[in-house]
C-alpha cells in the first residue's frame, strides 16, 4: 500500500442539519449564505406548502407551491419524510430528494419546524443535528417581520404569536444559536457543521478501513 493512500477522505454518512426558529428570527438568511458557501456542499431540502406563494418566492425555488389536494396525496403515498400545519397552513418535506442526497454520503439543510424536527427524529435521530436560531429581543423579531412587508398585518400579528410558542421548544433541539450579527450566526453554524461531520459515530466503517490502513502500513 502507498504511504500516500489514507489521505483519501474518509467515507461517512449523510447527516441532515435542521435549522428551525420563529419567522423573522433571520433562518432565511443564514440558509441563503450557507448554501452560497459552495465549500460545505450543502443541499437545500425544498419543502410543499400549501400556503400562497410571496412575491419574491420562486416556484421550485423556495417552495413546490401546491393544492391542499396535491399535498394530501403526497402524504398518503409517503412522500412526505414529515410535515406539519405551520400558520394554518401545510408544510412537508419530500422523502425521495433527501434520500438521494443522504446516500451519496452528502448532507442535506432543513428550515422545518419542531414539529417536523420531532418527525425526523423519530426516523432517523442518529442522522440529525439540530440548530435552534433565536431573535436577540422580541422588539426585534417584530421589526424584522415588519420590514419584511410582504405578509399582511393580521399575518404578522399571528407570526408573532406564535413565535411564544415556538421559542418556548428550544429545548428540543442540540444547539440554540442568538442571531443578534448575522455574520457570528453564521459562522457559528458553520462550525457546527464542520465539527459534526467528524464525529465518529458518522464514519466508523470508513474510520475503521483507514485506522487498518494506518496500522499495516510498513
Ligand atoms: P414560511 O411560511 O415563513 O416560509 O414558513 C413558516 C414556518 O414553516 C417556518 O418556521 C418554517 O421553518 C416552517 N416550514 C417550512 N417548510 C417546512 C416543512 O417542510 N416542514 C415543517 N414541519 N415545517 C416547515
Redesign the pocket.
Given at each position: 500500500m502507498s504511504p500516500t493512500s489514507h489521505n483519501a477522505p474518509i467515507h461517512r454518512r449523510g447527516l441532515m442539519l435542521i435549522?428551525?426558529?420563529?419567522?423573522g428570527a433571520g433562518?432565511?438568511t443564514l440558509t441563503r449564505d450557507l448554501l452560497q458557501d459552495r465549500t460545505l456542499d450543502l443541499t437545500l431540502?425544498i419543502?410543499?406548502?400549501t400556503?400562497s406563494r410571496?412575491t419574491s418566492?420562486v416556484d421550485g425555488i423556495?417552495?413546490h407551491f401546491k393544492s391542499r389536494q396535491d399535498f394530501e396525496r403526497m402524504r398518503s403515498q409517503d412522500d412526505?419524510l414529515?410535515?406539519?400545519e405551520?400558520?394554518g397552513?401545510f408544510?412537508?418535506?419530500p422523502r425521495p430528494p433527501v434520500e438521494a442526497v443522504l446516500s451519496e454520503g452528502r448532507d442535506m439543510l432543513?428550515?422545518?419546524?419542531?414539529?417536523?424536527?420531532q418527525?425526523v427524529l423519530k426516523r432517523a435521530a442518529r442522522d440529525v443535528v439540530t440548530i435552534f436560531i433565536l431573535p436577540p429581543s422580541m422588539k426585534e423579531l417584530r421589526a424584522r417581520l415588519e420590514r419584511r412587508a410582504e405578509d399582511a398585518p393580521d399575518v404578522i400579528a399571528k407570526?408573532l404569536e406564535n413565535a411564544r410558542h415556538?421559542i418556548a421548544r428550544w429545548t428540543m433541539y442540540d444547539y440554540v444559536i442568538v442571531n443578534e450579527d448575522i455574520q457570528r450566526a453564521l459562522g457559528e453554524v458553520k462550525s457546527i457543521l464542520i465539527a459534526e461531520r467528524l464525529r465518529r459515530t458518522r464514519g466508523e466503517p470508513g474510520i475503521e478501513r483507514f485506522v487498518k490502513g494506518l496500522l499495516d502500513e510498513k
Open positions: 435549522l428551525s426558529s420563529p419567522s433562518k432565511s431540502s419543502s410543499v406548502t400556503r410571496r418566492e423556495h417552495y412526505l414529515e410535515w406539519a405551520v400558520h397552513n408544510y412537508g418535506t432543513f428550515d422545518i419546524d419542531y414539529q417536523g424536527t418527525q407570526r415556538e
